[in-house]
Structures are given as C-alpha cells and as structure tokens.
C-alpha cells in the first residue's frame, strides 16, 4: 500500500501502558497502523533518531496527518475527534468531565509515579532493592485503585465499561493499568468492579489485540 | 448572595499546583468562586468530611452545577466547554493535541512525580534527607523542562504563549510547576522559552492573582 497523508505510524513497546492504551483507541476506531518498535530496556527512547520524533524520549508517539503527535490522552482525544465514531466521550459535559477524570487518575496519578524510568531512579542513584521497588509499585497502583473503586462503585453512571455501556476514554486507561498491575501480582480483588470492567475490555477484540502478549516486539 | 446551582467552590490549597491551575482557569474565564482550604500538609485531605467530596484524597476539587469534578485538567476542560470565552484550546485538531500534549508533559511526566505524598513517601518509609528528595525533585523537573523547552523552542506556532498569541491550557499547566521550580531554586536560564512565557503569564491579573503567595489560607 503506498504511504498516504493519513497512513498512521505508532511508536510504541509492547510493555508500556500509554502505548497499550494509543493501541487500543486505534483499535476501537478500526485504524490500521504500522508499528515502530522502540525497545525502552535497551534505551532506544534515548537515541538520537527517537529524539527527533520525540524530545521527551517517551512513547507513544504517533505519525499522522503529516504530524507527529505525542502524550497518549492527547493523541487519543486527537483520534476521538478526527474519528468520531465510536466516541471515547459522552455527549454531555458533565460525564465528559467525569470520564475524562477517571483516565486521569490512571494517567497522572497512578503510572507516571510507576513508570520504567522512575522505577530506574529508585534503584540507581537511589540503591533501593527490588522488593522496595515493588512495594513502591504496590503502593501507588493500590492507593489510586482503591479511590477509583469508590468512583466506579458508587456512582450510577458506571455500567458494563467505566461510563455507560460503551468502552471510551476511562476503559482505555484502566485496563493498560490493571495488566500491568496483575503483573505485579496485585490482587484485583479488593476491587471488584475494576476487575469487572477490565474483565468485559478483555472480552473485546480492540482490547485484546493491543496486550502486551499480543505485540510483534514482546521479548519476556 | 443566594447560592445557586452555578455557585463555584473550589477545594485547594494554596501551595498545591493542581489547584494553582484551576485558580488560573477561573480566573481567565472571569468566574467568581468560593474557597475550601484543604490544608495538605495538616492532612485535611484524609479527613472523611474531604474524602466525600473527592475519594482521591487530592485537591483541587470543584463543585459546580451540582456536582463534584476532580482532576485538575478534567475540571479544565469542562469549564472551557462550559464557558467557551476566552477559549483555552485552538480550533484545529491538531493545534488541540499540540496543547494538550504540551499539558500532558507538565501534568503526567512532572508533576505526579513530585507530588507532596511522592516526596513524603520518599522521607518515610524510604528514609532518604532533604537533599536527596531535593535531587530527584529537580531531576524531574530537569527531565520535563529540557523536553518543554525543545517543544516550545523548535515549534513556530509557539507564541507570546504556549500556543500563539493567548494562554491556553498549556500555560495554565505550565506556569504552575515552574513557579514551583523556582521555590526549589531552579535555574531556568537552560529554559529560556518557558522562561520568557512565564513571565508573560504573570503580567496577566488571572495568573497573579492565583499565585500562591496571593491565597489566603498561605501560611508560610
């Protein structure tokens, strides 16, 4: 296929969750994407050719429309609002605001704190061992999941997915999270309705296909 | 004055930049709000009367048209779709997920990472002094910055502002963490773009007077 203005080229590591959550926005709005693999253990993130696509050195990035765009929650508002069907946000304000909350307990409050590169710091210069780093990762995820828990359960607009019954913004950056958090064999059980919402992502084609599991450049 | 269902109260602290954020918010869209001082450092934010209003245990939350957002951007972007005038987006999508990104770098990459009960949890349990909570806080205000200032620096539709010639979200998230890295003594002089519109924000009344030297519940 010859490349076009709208051909979609996603940088991204099978591990990282904010590029698990560009995935599965991609796949929930039936975009088709080509893979640029950025190995972030064997720092390609610092190389000099990554740099020029992205000074912050992170992933995801995303080429588009002949630009590139970075920092996963504005690449997927980008995405909801260039494709808007199916929309990642309800119509009404209050629940945009609701929604758009909810993606950021994850994405601000929980995996920033938790990220590869944090982690990193912790062991060196700061010589924690790993049982003190996964006590760390515990930490955060258990502190942001049980306020998530109160703000799914406890409030109607919750239904099969985080907001209503339609997967959006919030279910895209839950699930990256709660993989990961299983991973770091957090018991989900003390919270029962995250669990449930991830349980009917995972049953959902765009979901699964973006796991880490699932990705060309897994290599654990 | 009777209170109405489009009373605003704001819950914040003075020194929290999240809070510090929405102050800007509502300032530049010129609405009137109501003060709840949560007091971080005293734990008013795991009291139970706070934890209602926002199970997260963090500022800022707002409480407007009956309900209670969190989430410092979420709240944000509500008020903008509320209150469309001044705009705090541009028009075009891309422009959108340029300042959103821009937003992002502050709000997911630096700040959370430097949260008070990040730095706490590094004084205890982790037991590490003053000077080492001190490094990694200016390590990843460094981080953020340098990537900042190359985003802002080689971008022509960097303006007087973030983004052309009117704040918008990104000088609203902006603005906030570097008046905290000036409190820690950060040399911006490596960051001359961010620099230069700060303090173009700052002759601005809706910044200065969301300062927290400017709140009333400042206590140091």
Redesign the interface.
Known sequence: MTKTASSIKLFGFFRSSAAFRVRIALNLKGLGYEDAFIHLRRGDQRGGDFLGVN????VPALQT?G?T???????I??LD??HPEPPFLPAD??G???V??L???V???I???NNL??LR?LSR??G?DQA?IEA?YN?WIA??F??LE??LA?DRRTGAFCHGDRPGLADIALVPQAVNAERYRLDLSPYPTIARICQACMKLDAFAAAHPNSQPDRDD
Chains 1, 2 share one sequence.
């Open positions: 000074p912050q050195g992170l429309d630009q765009l970075i920092q996963s929650l504005a690449i508002e980008y609002e260039t304000t209050a945009r605001a609701r758009r909350a993606a950021g307990v994405a601000c409050d995996h920033p704190v590169r944090v710091y210069p700061l924690h003190a760390w930490h502190t942001g049980e306020a109160r703000l406890e």
